[in-house]
């Protein structure tokens, strides 16, 4: 009747990928308003009425709180685990209270069974979508409603059985749900009425009365045979099974027939079925690595800083107890879960580093926000190793976390940072220099080949990492400068003061040396060729930075000098140090 | 998914129905979005005026609250309020984590901003605001507002 409906409402968190890289909904998407401009708008109240209000989607696997508002099992812990309130009245409230609500799963299952064919009639039909489907609307509406309020007693189950019976009776005298309630208040009246006069108990199984001491030897042979026939019903009916019922008889379709009662749905499972579930950990009072191993017996991803553990072991709690929580026929397996876990770390702030974001962010359009992230994500998942100590300072900072503001650092910390990248560029330069001295001490074109390979190596990554510090990203490799930092003496302000000499005596003895090396010597660049990259990386962090007065001066210098951009040697002395800068 | 699966039905509540005053601007993807504001009750201090809202929705979204800033441009000044700084940031619990909950949406923001602003008679800036404006490079989420006033 409406497989386009279910499927849409259904998988919950789950399904994923319906957004598919969409930037506009989709013609389909279900809503409330959807019935604002039938014949029936008042559809609207009961539509929105079985949706959660967290993901505004059909309730799956709706949960009671505390406070007696329903949720989708998912949402309502999610929200309670960063939150510990209700969202909708913000009493407190914890998962473990929560409670399943089978009532309301039967109402939804109805309502989205016919939802698409209301819509439809509504929309057209107007008289007859006004016969058929405003007994859902008063019904099923109400009997959601007052399911808001929480505890049922008996007497209330009765009340609503006997309002849920008389209205449709007005049209419809043999519906089956007449003669369902009917059937159980007989029931019911025949066995609590005598209690209290004969003083005799009944057993609780049979229902046989008998005196209260010889309740227990009686049950050891009770064969649970009912002492009554009186109806098809064996043993008594709790009030909620009673109302349960009724309202599975009214979800399911008016036209139901007499004695013909379809078979709930979703009856309460036997409590052994039950999977357990997870508990919440006391982060704050485990190590980082007691909780890696507690991740690791339940298979889950134990990478990642402990903040990103903390994280992705409550989504798995929420993920695996909201499961649990779910109708056996619908628990998925733990690898879906896995998957689940997997796709929501890539949702997450800092687009959980490159080759798992990427993939699952598929159903968002990546915008400029997405690249703010860069630095939360390599900080998280990117190789931290190298960096330990420079790292561990920066946790401090907060810089470690996931959902870092780089932008902002960069932004706040500029200063230092066009220090640092000053100060890094001076000790390459000279560094250059020494080499130039080495260079010019060895007898020239004696230097080994490997040179020659080596040279194109680093060059990309740094043009990179230039390329950062022009947009104001502050990244890993920038932090890690003050190392460059220390090794550094001179005044900040004229970085290139020596230099220039430098420059003008690498350049003379350059010319020295391929007057006597001629073509063959390797240290000659092939004219612009390899001298283009330098400059642009210069030019870039020329502009970048306001503080770094004589860089942008440098740059014509530098052009016309070739010679810079050759030796690579600087970078084959730091093998693993990812911040060629940083070179002393 | 959870994101732009939510943000896609509240685009399509709001294509169906905005709320007076209240217009979208731009939703071109699930990371951020432009809606304009208006005061209508005349309120002599905003009247006339159109104020740009800026939402940025995290991954967390709506177990998060969106950051929410209005935004400075030739014909959308930034209004006056005792809790709106003149860079746009928003002091409401609302929009904070401690204020946030799920169930509010892009629509409820907007109207309680402009209730806010309704509401509102005083014609000044926050306490502190030059020095604030001038200092904060801090994203608005950072940022540890300090709740005091029961009145708005």
């Known amino acids: ?584 | 998914m959870l994101v732009a699966k939510r943000l896609q039905k509240e685009l399509v509540k709001l294509n169906e129905h905005t709320p007076p005053g209240i217009t979208i601007v731009s939703t071109e993807n699930f990371q951020e979005w432009l809606m304009d504001i208006e005061v209508l009750d005349g309120n002599p201090l905003y009247q006339g005026e159109k104020y740009r809202l800026k939402f940025v929705f995290s991954g967390s979204y709506p177990i998060e609250p969106p950051e929410v800033t209005f935004v400075k441009d030739a014909t959308h000044p930034i209004p006056m309020h005792p809790h709106i700084y003149s860079n746009g940031i928003i002091c409401l619990d609302l929009l904070d984590r401690q204020g946030w909950s799920p169930v509010h949406n892009v629509e409820s923001v907007c109207m309680s901003l402009q209730s806010m602003l309704t509401g509102n008679t005083k014609n000044e800036r926050p306490p502190g605001d030059d020095d604030f404006v001038r200092r904060n490079t801090q994203r608005p989420r950072d940022i540890s507002f300090l709740f005091h006033d029961n009145s708005v």
């Open chain 1, 1 to 584: 009747m409406s497989a386009g409906m279910s499927g849409e409402g259904g998988d919950g968190g789950g399904g994923g990928g319906g957004g598919g890289g969409a930037s506009h909904p989709q013609p389909h998407l279900s809503d409330p308003t959807d019935f604002l401009s039938t014949a029936i708008p008042g559809l609207t109240r009961l539509d929105s009425a079985v949706r959660c209000e967290v993901c505004k989607d059909f309730f799956t696997t709706p949960m009671l709180t505390s406070c007696a508002h329903a949720f989708c099992s998912l949402c309502i812990r999610r929200a309670l685990s960063a939150d510990g309130r209700c969202p909708k009245c913000r009493a407190p409230d914890q998962a473990s209270k929560l409670r399943r609500c089978d009532a309301l799963v039967a109402v939804v299952e109805g309502w989205k069974g016919c939802r698409a064919e209301v819509l439809g009639r509504a929309g057209t039909e107007e008289v007859e979508a006004r016969r058929g489907v405003k007994r859902k609307v008063g019904d099923v509406a109400g009997e959601e409603d007052r399911e808001g309020v929480g505890r049922r007693t008996r007497s209330q189950a009765k009340k609503t059985a006997v309002g849920t019976m008389e209205r449709p009776g007005e049209k419809d005298p043999d519906n089956a749900v007449v003669d369902l309630v009917q059937d159980t208040e007989d029931e019911d009246d025949g066995e609590y009425r005598p209690e209290p006069d004969d003083g005799l108990v009944g057993c609780p199984v049979c229902g046989k009365r008998m005196k209260e001491e010889l309740v227990f030897s009686h049950l050891d042979r009770c064969d649970g045979e009912p002492e009554r026939h009186k109806s098809a019903q064996p043993t008594k009916r709790t009030a909620g099974q009673q109302f349960r019922s009724a309202t599975t008889a009214i979800a399911s379709k008016p036209s139901s027939h007499p004695h013909h009662l379809p078979a709930r749905p979703s009856m309460p499972r036997a409590p052994s079925e039950d999977p357990t579930r997870i508990s919440q950990l006391q982060y704050n009072l485990l190590s980082e690595t007691q909780l890696r191993k507690k991740m690791r017996e339940l298979g889950i991803p134990v990478h990642g800083t402990k903040q990103t553990l903390v994280r992705r072991h409550t989504e798995w709690v929420n993920l695996w107890n909201a499961n649990c929580d779910a109708d056996a026929a619908r628990r998925r397996s733990k690898r879906e879960l896995l998957n689940d876990l997997r796709t929501w770390e890539g949702c997450q702030d800092g687009g959980g580093g490159g080759s798992g974001g990427g993939r699952q962010n598929g159903g968002l359009v990546v915008g400029p926000i997405s690249a703010g992230g860069g630095v939360g994500a390599n900080a998280g998942y990117g190789s931290a190793g190298p960096q330990a100590t420079t790292a561990a300072a920066m946790m401090a900072s907060g810089v470690m976390k996931k959902d870092f503001d780089g932008r902002g650092w960069a932004r706040a910390n500029r200063d230092q940072f066009s220090d640092l990248i000053e100060s890094a560029r001076r000790t390459r330069d000279k560094a250059l220099e020494k080499r130039e001295k080495r260079t010019e001490s060895m007898s020239d074109g004696s230097t080994p080949n490997a040179e020659g390979s080596g040279d194109h190596k680093p060059r990309p990554r740094e043009e990179v990492g230039a390329q950062r510090n022009n947009g104001e990203e502050m990244d890993l490799d920038d932090v890690d400068q003050p190392e460059g930092q220390q090794s550094n003496q001179q005044s900040p302000s004229k970085p290139y003061a020596g230099n220039d000499h430098a420059l003008n005596v690498i350049k003379s003895k350059v010319a020295a040396s391929s007057e006597v090396g001629g073509a063959s010597d390797p240290y000659v660049p092939p004219a612009g060729d390899g001298g283009e990259p330098q400059e642009t990386v210069f030019a870039h962090i020329g502009r970048g930075d306001s503080n770094v007065p004589s860089s942008a001066d440098d740059g014509p210098t530098l052009k016309k000098k070739p010679m810079f951009a050759l030796p690579a040697e600087p970078f084959q002395d730091t093998d693993g140090d990812p911040a060629p800068t940083a070179v002393q």
